[in-house]
């Protein structure tokens, strides 16, 4: 096998990997993870990877794995074409924004409760990384209703009141909507670091 | 009938309008040319000339090109400079502000109270700058230094790092950055904004590294103006008397020593080299209190406060030393030697301006204006420094105030004796995989 073959497959696996981290993602989003450089490459690079990857045809083209594709990088879980693949591209947005930290992880659940096992209090979020010593928690809001975000921040004052995160104060990611909804978020995150933004940022 | 009687009054009122704009418009190309006229600013019949006249609307000031007659020198219109200045101010401008009919009280005064809005004279604050490239420019500013500015988020985001705002002139921003002048010297009279003044770089640099900073507090005025900063993660002590403000001064220098030793272990210069991003900020609040310590304890103090002064800029330490009351004996002669920067609020005399700005000046601010104050760096500037709210500062601060509201030498006690990790309290928190599926 030659040097070219050798750099085509490893760039094939890689987008897999990232795949199977992410769920799913659009064009430009692996696009702009794996350095693509043009959007005619990019299309002929996941062509050519046709065979590992299934497409939702949704404005951009939007691939996740198939069976195949999941044996190759040893994924167990399975995706399904679903109705709220937008909170996955939405969260994928910001975890380009955020530089593609190493430390991400997604879908993570927070427990915290007192040494006797009394007063737990279990959260989960979309997304958790680090950003020096800080957490920083990333929230997706695309259907939820402001009564749920509510009580999730409700239920984060009480973690981060409880120490959870550690010394430093934890970031609040939050990626909405609409323009009125991220006012709506700030009013409600008064007296913790918060930043909000909305899909318009991104595109 | 009607007819007549409406036409007439339209006209009056064209013609009371039309005097009104008249007298109270003032042109200033005029009364500049005026001014130069009667000052003795021309050469037999060639007199001072307009040349161009532009508006700037971005910083509120309108500049005027002239032709200076042959005969004439820049010099002879510097030397005019505070005429023209209080001539541009001549206080003349009559302003009607129909804003006032509203506060109208219907009594018998109502005749007097209207004749007040009449005759309500606006008083004029116009800054002058006087520029020569072969042309005289004269550039006037519509406001003087405002009285009163108010710090809010447009002012943090001014600055970036280490930088902490000084103030506004009539025309721009002042900041203050402490990685380049690592010693800032501040001093005032009682009420004159040093508190407010303070409390403003606390808060900006909070604001703007909170990770790296570290603060220690000396505030001998007992602690009062400081407290609300007491349970910040960033304040590393906060001390309110002589014997805190000892304890404190030495666990500093430990420090240094210790910062001392390892930088020379490891061949650093200084902390860029060493590529460190905490720095300690070091905050002395009311510094002449120092002198009133026992001599003992005055004389470590001061040797403390001078070493850090000395030494600790370049192993990562900030200095900011506030007095009310500068006298030559207050101020440590190493703390003297090694400030590069001062903000001097009003002070009472010049022998107190002498020593803070090693020039008269301090003591001609105006009276009644806190924030008023002269910043002394490369070059020296009349400042209005801005006020900060208290509920503002506790928003931001508020994210990063640690929920532990012991004091801190309690929690260093404990942390002695149990030697268990307090640091979670009693709660346990797991992070695990959610692991959901779609």
Redesign the interface.
Known sequence: MNQKQLEKMNRQESILRSLKML?FLTRSQIQRIHDLKSDRNAQRVLKQMEEYLNVIKDGEYIYYLNAKGRELVDCN????R?G?VQHYIMRNHLYIAFRCPKTW?N?????????SGK?EIKC?ADA?FMK???HCIVEVDNTQTMKRNEKKIEKYRI???????????PHFIWITTTEHRRKELIELH????IQVFTVADFI | MLFEILTSSIMLCLAGAGHYYKTNSINETKKILLIADRVGLYKDDEKLRIYRRTRNKEFNYTEYVFKVPYGLGFEDFQKAYSVFKDGLNNKSKRQIELQRFKGLKFDKTLSKQIKDILDYRMDLKKELEMEYDGMLRMRVFDHGIADRVDYDKSILKRVKNWEVPIGFTHKEFIKHDFEKMPILLVAGMTRYGKTVFLKNVVTTLIHNEPDNLSLSLVDLKGGLSFARYRNCKQVKSLAKNANETLETLEALEKELIRRQELFLRNGWEDIKEANWKERHVVIVDEGAEITGFDSVQRDRAQYLVGEIARIGAGLGFRLIFCTQYPLASVFPSQVKANTSAALCFKLKTATQSGVVLDKNGAEDLPVGIPGRGIYQSDQERIVQSPYIDNSFIDTIIKPHITINFKSRSEIIDESKTTGEDESTGKYITIFEDAGLSN
């Open positions: 769920d879980k399975v995706r399904k679903t709220n992880l879908e993570r659940r927070i427990i915290s409760k007192s040494v007063e989960v958790v020096g010593d800080a973690l981060r009141q409880r120490n959870s995160f550690g010394m430093m104060a008064k007296g913790l670091n």
